[in-house]
């Protein structure tokens, strides 16, 4: 090793300690082996992007019980990375047809959409991205149902542009539509969606479907309110609520820490409070804002 070498890894490895400085070595210890559970990169040679040092980051901002929530919380943490985008799908999308298998009857058409609700025509969502992905893997996804449906992709930023012989095809009994997107919250923008194709282009809605890779349970449940079938991969719970441990007490907490982190306070609990521990190609809103925000902390270990 040359000297210019030793003298980096020297430096690399005081400004760690530096960083870890005002975390007690038990906390430093608990972070270690959270990571080495969640198979997180704990050294890494990008500054700006160093999960490990952006989380010890983090937990200075703290005092000592906000870190001992955030360390207990981040056990049930959920990274979703793209290069499972396409396997997640297709396990939501095998829910769908196994729900099939009991109607029996004829070969059916799928007309598969980027979700996209009424206030957001025109823009570019993560759903587009998604759908990206299986634009790219058409091929093989129809292979696999080639036997039980055969699928179109359509290709629209505002469900505005679907119209003539195209839509009167997506109206037709025997044809479904299905709505794809990496993450559902609180199911608003999955009603949204749905409600424009029923009410406003006169698609049945038992024939429209949501296919989501992760979803949030109150999402979920707000669609079966509304007789919407929904299909996900991940199904996550509200972190604290609903737990039956010190919820009051955990909830003025993480109060607490949102509110020293600089979110605003219908933020506290992320969107809709939510109460979200995860991440996919990019971090929803609906996580807690401690894991994302930039704000006072220029480097949250999942920014959005």
């Known amino acids: 090793m040359s000297r210019e070498q030793f003298s980096f890894k020297k430096n690399r490895i005081k400004q760690k300690k530096d960083k870890l400085s005002e ?14 559970a ?8 990008d ?8 989380f010890s980051t983090t937990l200075r901002m703290l005092d000592t019980e906000q ?10 943490y959920i990274c979703i990375e793209i290069n499972e985008y396409y396997k997640r799908f297709v396990n939501a999308f095998d829910e769908y047809f196994s729900s099939k298998k009991s109607d029996g009857g004829e070969k059916i058409h799928i007309f598969i959409l ?12 993560s759903s587009d991205f998604l759908f990206y992905i299986i634009k790219c893997n058409l091929e093989k996804l129809s292979n696999r149902y080639k036997d039980i449906a055969s699928l179109s992709l359509v290709e629209k930023t505002s469900y505005c542009d679907i119209d003539g012989e195209f839509l009167k095809q997506m109206q037709s009994e025997n044809n479904y539509v299905c709505l794809i997107d990496d993450f559902m919250g609180s199911g608003d923008s999955a009603e949204s969606a749905v409600r424009y194709l029923y009410e406003s282009k006169n698609i049945p809605i038992d024939n429209i479907f949501v296919v989501i890779i992760a979803a949030m349970q109150q999402g979920i449940d707000h669609l079966q309110t509304l007789q919407i079938k929904a299909y996900c991969d991940t199904v996550c719970h509200k972190a604290i609520t609903g737990t039956g441990y010190r919820e009051t007490e955990r909830i003025e907490l993480m109060n607490s820490i949102s509110n020293k982190i600089g979110s605003k306070e219908k933020e506290y609990l992320g969107y809709e409070r939510s109460e979200a521990l995860i991440t996919l190609a990019r971090t929803p809103n609906n996580t807690f804002p401690v894991y994302w925000l930039k ?10």
């Open 67 to 76: 870190r001992k929530l955030i360390l207990d919380l981040t056990q049930k």
């Open 295 to 304: 704000k006072k902390n220029k480097h949250p270990p999942f920014p959005r």
């Open 114 to 125: 980027p979700l996209i609700s009424k206030n957001d025509f025109g823009k570019i969502k």
């Open 38 to 45: 969640k198979q997180w990169t704990i050294n890494s040679k």
């Open 23 to 36: 975390l007690t070595p038990d906390e430093v210890d608990k972070l270690t082996k959270l990571f080495e």
């Open 47 to 54: 500054d700006e992007d160093n999960l490990f040092d952006n």
